[in-house]
Structure formats: C-alpha cells, structure tokens
T-cell receptor
Framework: KAGVTQTPRYLIKTRGQQVTLSCSPISGHRSVSWYQQTPGQGLQFLFEYFSETQRNKGNFPGRFSGRQFSNSRSEMNVSTLELGDSALYLC???????????FGEGSRLTVL | DQQVKQNSPSLSVQEGRISILNCDYTNSMFDYFLWYKKYPAEGPTFLISISSIKDKNEDGRFTVFLNKSAKHLSLHIVPSQPGDSAVYFCAASSRGIIQGAQKLVFGQGTRLTINP
C-alpha cells in the first residue's frame, strides 16, 4: 500500500511569493492534516480536512490556507511568503480517530 | 503556552539497556496520547499510543505509561538497539467539538542516541 505522498520535496522561494504544496493520502484515508515543523517551534498543527471540509484549524495567519478534493488529495497554499515560513511541511492522513496519523516525508520550503 | 513538554532535548543510552523518554502535559482535556519516532529527512513514524482510560500499553519492545494525576507519560524501550537512535516526539489530542476531528499537539522532541 502506497504511503502518504508529498510534492514537491524541496523548493526555494523568495519573500512575497506564494507556494502550493500537494499531498496524496493513503488510499481509503479521508482525513488529511498538515503540520509545520521548524527548529524553534517544533511540530505545529496547521489544519485538518475531511470530505473536502476543514474541520480544525491551528493558530496560523490567514496567509496559510488549504483545501481537499473529492479524491481526498489535499493542497496547502502560503501566500506572501516570509522568511519565517521556511520549514518542513508535513502532511498526514488517517483512516479513523482516535488512531494514528500516517505522515509523508514532507516538503521542505526555504524562503530567501 | 506549551501544552506538551519534553524537558530532555537529548538522551544517551547504552545498547541493550532501557531507554526512558518522558513527556508532561498541562491540558486536562487531552484524552489520547501518541509517540512518534523521526529520522532526519523523513516524516514521523507512529510507534505506540494510549487512551486516557488506560495507564499502560505495550507493543513489543515499546511500552507507554500514562499517569493522569501527574499529567505525565513515558515511553520505555527495552532493550535499546542502535536503530532506535532518532528523535522521539510525544503528542496529545483531545476530543474536539466536531466528532472525529483530530489535532495533535506535539512536544519539542527528545533526541535518543543508542551507544554500542
């Protein structure tokens, strides 16, 4: 069974640009969530989607947004990039809760 | 306000001995706890979980203990193996308003090094 797939794995952007990250969950998993990992703040919850609806949102500014498609694939977008947005963005899927989250390998974003 | 804390940034253990990783939490609404292991350049990998109705859960070499009164959980790895060297994160979740909606609050992680 294929795991959670995230693309792109690495990308470099400049301040003010926007970025879109993509996540394909494990087949059959309808819940997709996103986390940001930085050295200073650790792993922080961004948002969670289920059946194309955002069910939960973390404490991030409105520049961070996401969506989920009918096939459960998800994208997250960060607009007007800032240097502090440099991080590893992790996507996770889950078949049920409580249970476990299955994480992808992440998309490493560097903002210059 | 850090609701989940791992106070030891690093831990070094001899191969074959027991590794004990600790985690404290402040939110009494947390009712589900998980441990994840992370290697560099990879996503976190689930290890073991425990519901607040239990005080112990065991899976092979891994055992998680939950002390609700102290708001403390620990992960025991015995015997420790070199492949266990990684960063370990504890995470907590509470039942939200929306049924099934899940959000994990992670600790800062503990880097475990197993010495041969």
């Amino acid at each position: 069974k294929a795991g959670v797939t995230q693309t792109p794995r690495y990308l470099i952007k400049t301040r003010g640009q926007q970025v879109t990250l993509s996540c394909s969950p494990i087949s059959g998993h309808r819940s997709v969530s996103w986390y940001q990992q930085t050295p200073g703040q650790g792993l922080q919850f961004l948002f969670e989607y289920f059946s194309e609806t955002q069910r939960n949102k973390g404490n991030f500014p409105g520049r961070f947004s996401g969506r989920q498609f009918s096939n459960s694939r998800s994208e997250m977008n960060v607009s007007t990039l800032e240097l502090g947005d440099s991080a590893l963005y992790l996507c996770a899927s889950s078949p049920r809760w409580p249970g476990e989250l299955f994480f992808g390998e992440g998309s490493r974003l560097t903002v210059l | 306000d850090q609701q989940v804390k791992q106070n030891s940034p690093s831990l070094s253990v001899q191969e074959g001995r027991i590794s004990i990783l600790n985690c404290d939490y402040t939110n009494s609404m947390f009712d589900y706890f998980l441990w994840y292991k992370k290697y560099p350049a990879e996503g976190p990998t689930f290890l073991i979980s425990i519901s607040s109705i239990k005080d112990k859960n065991e899976d092979g070499r891994f055992t998680v203990f939950l002390n609700k009164s102290a708001k403390h959980l620990s992960l025991h790895i015995v015997p420790s193996q070199p492949g266990d060297s990684a960063v370990y994160f504890c995470a907590a979740s509470s039942r939200g308003i929306i049924q099934g909606a899940q959000k994990l609050v992670f600790g800062q992680g503990t880097r475990l090094t197993i010495n041969p």
